[in-house]
């Protein structure tokens, strides 16, 4: 097996368990967002941060873009780990 293929190997992993971790973060994210209660406005105001009903949206686009890319590395990861 040449080096550069277990290089490729490994920093493919690498990335597959970053997209993971990011795909739990957004999630978190995503979850508490979507549990505040929002004003009629859109706001939820904390006593610190107001945050904004938007905020939604974009954290779930990210949740399913880096849930995309988890899947697919995990299918190529575990495409170059089959023996």
């Known amino acids: 097996m040449k080096i550069s293929f277990i290089i490729l190997r490994v920093f493919v992993t690498a990335l597959a368990i970053i997209s993971m971790l990011l795909t739990f973060v957004f999630g ?48 190529i990861v575990k495409r170059t780990y089959k023996v």
């Open 28 to 75: 978190y994210f995503l979850y508490q967002r979507a549990a505040m209660d929002f004003n009629s406005e859109g706001n939820y105001f904390d006593g610190i941060v107001t945050y904004h009903q938007q905020s939604i949206t974009g954290y779930g686009v990210c949740f399913v873009i880096s849930l995309l890319i988890s899947v697919f590395l995990f299918f």
